[in-house]
């Protein structure tokens, strides 16, 4: 007799495995044992003596991997509505931030703050995440710009994976902006994040990527290059901002250095384009950021699509340029901005962004083995998760095989 922790039945399937686009397996059964995927395929197919401690009835809806939102920066202090205001009426965000506006007022707050307050205002944003099926999300520093400050936004990163179902993965930004204190000394404040920072928070078992800001306000790709260095020689992964507001070559860098993934690349070059193909790095596209800053130029889709580069979306979660915490909405962005088809933006919140987090052996698909983060939501189709606005269809979410939260949709 099967003993099986959980197992779900009368559910249809979107697996996110093989060459189907969304992987779908009809009136289909999932069985859950100690936190990972045992069993999957078509309920008629049960064993006869199937039994768990648990059985949901899924009613016809449709299960789904939990949702990874890979790119955020969801520790901070402060917002920037004033900013938000200076954009509406005509300033660039460049402007912004040469005028001293940008990363660094987020920097101010950010360092003002200590990290019991970092952790309580980080809280509700990871909160709204989780509530629409989130079970995996990636959180920067890069708003503190000195160790102190990093190590307080990372172990706020850290707090919140512990104390809430989640999986949070920690990514070092330090080489995010110049911080004011190192005008006009940018290789001397790469060094600093080379030779100190990264070290002791690495020492600290606070990093588990590095990431850096390749671009014409932020680092040249020879600084980026020093970072990137640093991290390799500590075996850590990169990633990189790349290619947001000009193309600096910041994705054929993150490329040879084997790159995880390419976030933003609003002007990605062929060359960039091909690199990342060549070394089987994601692009990540931010669609909240494009919509909040109004950008015209599109990332080069269809050059990615023919190449093969795999694409994942995430919402940029930041308080300057993307203040969004609904992957819901940054999948209906990514449709409508980007045109990408639903079935590409969800494979974009779960299969490659579990890829762009180094976690595609255990996340990202449901797969036999892997871990039992899913979400089971009452629509008659995938591509609604990505064509409703401000609703949210979420019946149950699964952390670890264990159910830890209802959405709005939840079945009685």
Known sequence: MAAWDLLFRRVHLATFAGSEPYGTLRDGALAVRAGRIVWLGAERDLPREARAAQEIDGAGGWLLPGLIDCH?????????????????????????????????????????????????????????????????????????????????????????GETAPVRVTTTFLGAHALPPEYDGRADAYIAEVCDVMLPALYREGLVDAVDAFCERIAFSPAQTEAVFRAARALGLPVRLHAEQLSDSGGAALAARHGALCADHLEHLSEAGAAALAAAGSVAVLLPGAFYFLRETHLPPVARLRALGVPIAIATDCNPGTSPLSSLLLALNMACVLFRLAPAEALAGVTRNAARALGRGDDLGTLEAGKLADLGLWNVDTPAELCYHLGYNPLALRVFGGQISGAGDAAQG
């Open 72 to 160: 955020t920066h969801l520790v901070h202090a402060g917002n920037r509505a004033r900013e938000f205001e200076l954009r509406l009426q005509g300033a660039s965000y460049e402007e912004i931030a040469r005028a001293g506006g940008g990363i660094r007022a987020t920097v101010a707050a950010t360092r003002a703050a200590d990290e019991a307050a970092l952790v309580a205002a980080s809280r509700p944003r990871l909160a709204r995440l989780m509530a629409e099926g989130v079970t995996t999300v990636e959180i920067k520093s890069g708003y503190g710009l000195e160790l102190s400050a990093e190590r307080r936004m990372l172990r706020a990163a850290r707090a919140l």
